[in-house]
């Protein structure tokens, strides 16, 4: 049977999470177009909820859209951000839409909301069996807070060195990269690539069985890494002070765009202005003054997942020492500055700023540049030591190169780039393979699928899930020579472990079914 958008709309205060409204009044009209033409006010006080037919009141925000985009937004066919950029849906209070989603379960076309149920009726308990981890961090217990990229990538490979990494999730309110496209038969591509080898505890932390889960792990776990707006994890009762106050031993690492102590602290930024505030947009560029956007989250990896790597390890290491735990202010914008640091150094010692693209190593030079090939693909030269130009003009029979690229610098790198384009790219890498001159394939994504150096170096990981079968994603890229240790297995599904751990905290059977009963924690689903 077909979902309704009518079907949707009175679910809702079945799916309500009292909870989650706390000093949360509002009124919202619902104003639904198309195949079905409904009209419903939804009115949030003192934590209940109301549902009435028609517009009634004045609202604090309205969401008109058609019945069938509402449908797919809700059941999850459809991306909220993608509807909204391309006017599927309007919404006159984006602020007050996010917060009041967060205060109701998603739906779910399996329940028969409304309909009476029984307390006695037990929930199904299976155990997931998980491998043995080995290597580096076997034994090292952590507890993820951690969602879409920063947080998730770091922990996936802390995973991978053999760290038990339980990734908490609140399983009305998930990671929300679950929802990103692209997804096969349900399932994101983004959430499988940043999720391997760790395991999945679906808990409403919020609730008081919920929270007293959170402290019962903590009890045992080594470390903390959240990746909220400074105070949030307070407001949740699960601050650095809370927890450290039931293992004083826990190291608490917190990741956050712009620190937990600066004026900026509360403010909203992405990757974007993690790298403009920290100097690293804007010495990246073309000659002709232009900023380049990088085409890859450089604040979101080297300044967040790497970073909090560094966090997590270094604390440990001085917890060997000390016996003490630690809390690790790891800030993004903090962390991608040091970008900046020759340029920087460079401007200290001669209060000029060199332009975009005119800086030695980014673009000025013609031996140190990208060229593009007649097939439209790209080499990289980087033969930046005179021994490595030397032989390539040489071997490119242009020895008048040599001497000119300082003095006549832009014709030597116009004559390179003509140079190039005579010959596709593979033939130039066979052409050169011999030199020994830095120069490289710049590999598309499709390349890197093929590329013999990447193979050998063991950097793409095969998994399999029910969902999806078959897919490749990045290795952690540190490589023992004495710890031996396969971690690897695909992100697990929600809720996928949470009677497992549950049981490690020594939980009953029947108390594991209680919790599951009332909504506190989702299980596997058999």
Same mark, same amino acid.
């Given at each position: ?85 391309? #006017?599927? $849906?309007?919404? &006159?209070?984006? %602020? =007050?839409?996010?917060? +009041?989603?967060?205060?109701?379960? !998603? ?6 909301? #409304?309909? $009476?149920?029984? &307390?006695?009726? %037990? =929930?199904?308990?299976? +155990?997931?069996?998980?491998?043995? !981890? ?393």
């Amino acid at each position: 049977m077909s979902i309704t958008a009518k079907q949707i709309l009175e679910s809702i205060p079945y799916r309500f999470r009292t909870e989650k409204a706390a000093g949360f009044n509002t009124v919202f009209h619902f104003d639904i177009s198309g195949d079905e033409t409904l009209q419903y006010t939804v009115e949030l006080k003192e934590q209940q909820c109301f549902l009435s037919e028609g517009l009634i009141g004045t609202p604090a925000c309205t969401v008109r859209t058609k019945a069938s985009v509402y449908v797919d937004l809700e059941t999850g066919k459809a991306n909220p951000q993608m509807a909204l950029m391309l #006017g599927k $849906v309007k919404i &006159s209070n984006i %602020a =007050a839409m996010m917060q +009041f989603a967060k205060c109701f379960r !998603k739906f779910d076309a399996s329940i028969n909301y #409304g309909a $009476v149920t029984t &307390s006695d009726t %037990a =929930a199904d308990v299976t +155990f997931q069996t998980r491998p043995v !981890k080995t290597g580096p961090l076997a034994g090292v217990k952590i507890i993820d807070f951690t969602r879409l990229l920063p947080g998730p990538l770091a922990t996936m490979f802390l995973a991978d060195m053999g760290a038990d990494v339980i990734k908490i999730e609140d399983p009305d309110n998930p990671d929300y990269v679950r929802d990103f496209e692209p997804r096969v038969n349900g399932m994101s591509l983004f959430y499988l690539s940043l999720n391997r080898a760790k395991r999945s505890m679906a808990v409403n932390y919020l609730s008081p069985e919920g929270k007293q889960v959170i402290y019962d792990l903590v009890k045992s776990a080594d470390v903390v890494i959240e990746q909220y707006r400074p105070g949030i994890m307070k407001e949740m009762g699960f601050g650095y002070e809370e927890l450290t106050a039931i293992n004083p031993k826990l190291i608490y690492v917190s990741v956050t765009g712009y620190g937990q102590n600066s004026s900026m602290a509360m403010a909203a930024g992405h990757d974007l202005n993690y790298i403009a505030i920290g100097g690293a947009l804007g010495i990246t560029g073309t000659a002709d003054g232009q900023l380049t956007i990088p085409g890859f989250q450089l604040a979101d990896i080297a300044g967040g997942s790497y970073m909090a790597m560094n966090a997590v390890l270094a604390a440990l290491y001085q917890r060997e020492k000390t016996g003490k735990g630690e809390w690790v202010d790891v800030a993004m914008t903090d962390a991608v500055t040091p970008f900046t640091a020759l340029q920087f150094a460079y401007y200290q010692g001669t209060k000029e700023v060199p332009p975009t693209g005119k800086f030695e190593l980014s673009g000025a030079l013609a031996n140190y540049n990208v060229y593009a090939c007649a097939d439209g693909k790209f080499v990289a030269l980087g033969s930046l030591e005179p021994k490595f130009w030397n032989k390539f003009c040489e071997r490119a029979g242009r020895n008048d190169w040599a001497d000119r690229f300082l003095t006549d610098t832009e014709t030597v790198k116009q004559e390179v780039s003509t140079f190039f384009l005579t010959k596709p790219r593979n033939e130039w890498l066979q052409f050169f393979e011999a030199s020994d001159i830095c120069l490289t394939t710049v590999n598309s994504l499709a390349d890197m699928e093929t590329d013999r150096h990447l193979r050998e170096r063991n950097m793409l990981l095969e998994n399999e899930h029910s969902a999806v079968g078959k897919y490749r994603t990045i290795n952690q890229p540190l490589k023992f020579k004495q710890a031996k240790f396969d971690n690897n297995w695909s992100a697990p599904d929600l809720g996928d472990d949470s009677a497992s751990v549950l049981k490690e905290l020594n939980y009953t059977t029947d108390a594991i079914q209680l919790l599951a009963q009332k909504g506190v924690v989702k299980l596997k689903t058999s």
